[in-house]
């Protein structure tokens, strides 16, 4: 599902980026909206709010467990769209999905870490598997598992006899035995255990296990193969038409997006100076410049958590792997979103934002508002059906959307990537 989201606004917690050129009153009332939402620290390091107009409305079947399939489809596909860092949003025309799977299918990723840690992996390697004996253990490995299979068994057997003694017999006579017999579990296992360490070569083996598997978490080649078979196995077919989407899980789920429970409520009364910044390159819609305008907020707020089994975001702060140059990629992201070209996929959709009971106006003073200068809020469905919210008053304009919506997303930004260490590349795999 391909949808346009009309224009946003793009606010950082506390940075405000440039406005568009006609859009002061809009502008104005949006960066108003976005302080209301980013003060009371709904957003985290590093995450953005979008917001959206015209916001996508929330029809009620979305409560209907039958429709689940169905809406989280529609709603999956809608935040795989990869947001751009602009006011005046426009699509990119890019999938979280196609350019994650793309990366993994073809990134040039190193054989390890270093040297040092292949050679450290393969000599303990060696002491569970001898070289010259491919597939068999070492004695010592055969050790190892037979005291520590031992062990588990006297473990047992003793969580098995305290939890008898615990309960108790039918008779004083019959609870101490239980009690005597829970005793020599205990010792038996403790045992068991001494015989691991001294004849079991545990703490050994255990030291070379550990060495293994801190290799296995560095060599990032494991890891993308890891990735690379949970992002095959997790498309979805689509209920209507060819392809498949990456579904995503919703918290709150969807069936509780309209329940009354988690909803808050906001408002905020400002009255702005209606000379701008001139950082924020706004003008005014008609009149003349000078004046105040009075802004009012208010309305209810419910955020949804995204997550994504397929998709792992720490690959993109792993400076093992590099873009092979016939990809035709420069960069995955700068990690600066004010970038002139900020890369293919500078941040992700993490999370959204729905708003109920919106009330917005501006009174304004010393000035005619122009209503064709005043982008208005509209609300629409997964459907594009859109219907204008927007009323003019004598003294000024008010927005009115008191029906659920998903009026922003949460957004969380890309470190630079790739960002690859000159030093890894000597031999790579892929």
């Known amino acids: 599902m391909r949808r346009s989201l009309g224009v946003a606004l793009m606010l950082p917690a506390t940075i405000i980026l440039q406005a568009g050129p006609d ?12 302080q209301i939402l980013v003060n009371p620290g709904l957003t985290a390091a590093g995450e953005h709010l979008v917001i959206v107009r015209p916001g996508f409305g929330i029809d009620p079947e979305v409560s209907d467990p039958d429709n689940a399939q169905d809406v989280l489809e529609a709603y999956s596909m809608l935040v795989d769209e990869v947001p751009g860092p602009y006011l005046d949003y426009v699509e990119t025309g890019r999938n979280l999905s196609t350019v994650y799977g793309s990366l993994l299918d073809r990134m040039d990723v190193t054989i390890l870490k270093n040297e040092r840690d292949r050679n450290a992996a393969r000599k303990a390697r060696e002491r569970l598997y001898p070289r010259n004996r491919p597939g068999t253990r070492s004695p010592q490995f055969n050790q190892y598992l037979t ?47 001494n015989a691991w360490k001294n004849q079991g070569n545990k ?33 979805v077919s689509k209920s209507e038409g060819d392809g498949n989407y990456y579904p995503v899980v919703f918290s709150p789920d969807p069936t509780q997006w309209l329940d009354s429970a988690g909803w808050q409520t906001w408002s905020l009364n400002s009255k702005e100076a209606w000379n701008p910044d001139p950082a924020l390159s706004l003008k005014p819609g008609s009149g003349n410049p000078g004046g105040q305008v009075q802004i009012n907020l208010k309305l209810q707020t419910k955020r949804v958590s995204i997550t994504r089994a397929w998709f792992n975001p720490g690959l993109f702060k792993s400076r093992a792997w590099r873009l092979p140059p016939d990809m035709g990629i420069d960069l995955v992201s700068s990690g600066r979103l004010e970038d002139a070209k900020p890369g293919i996929m500078p941040m992700v959709i993490t999370g959204l934002l729905l708003a109920k009971n919106l009330e917005i106006s501006a009174a304004e003073s010393s ?41 922003a997303f949460f957004c969380q930004e890309i470190p630079r990537s790739p960002n690859p260490d000159p030093t890894l590349f000597t031999k790579s795999t892929r």
């Open 23 to 34: 859009e002061d009153l809009a502008a104005r009332i949006h960066a108003k909206l976005t």
């Open 203 to 235: 703490d050994a083996i255990e030291a070379i296990l550990a060495t293994l598997e801190k290799f296995h978490e560095e060599d990032l080649q494991a890891v993308v193969e890891e990735m690379c078979s949970d992002f095959a196995t997790s498309a």
């Open 147 to 193: 005291y520590q299979a031992a062990y588990f068994d006297k473990r047992d057997a003793a969580q098995f006899a305290d939890a008898a003694a615990t309960q108790g017999g039918g008779t004083p006579a019959e609870t101490a035995n239980l009690k005597a017999a829970a005793a020599k579990a205990d010792a038996e296992a403790a045992a068991a255990l």
């Open 367 to 407: 000035q005619r508002l122009d209503p064709g200068a005043f982008k208005t809020l509209q609300r629409r469905s997964i459907k594009d059906k859109t219907v204008s919210v927007a009323t003019k008053e004598a003294s000024g304009m008010k927005i009115t959307a008191m029906a659920p919506q998903i009026l």
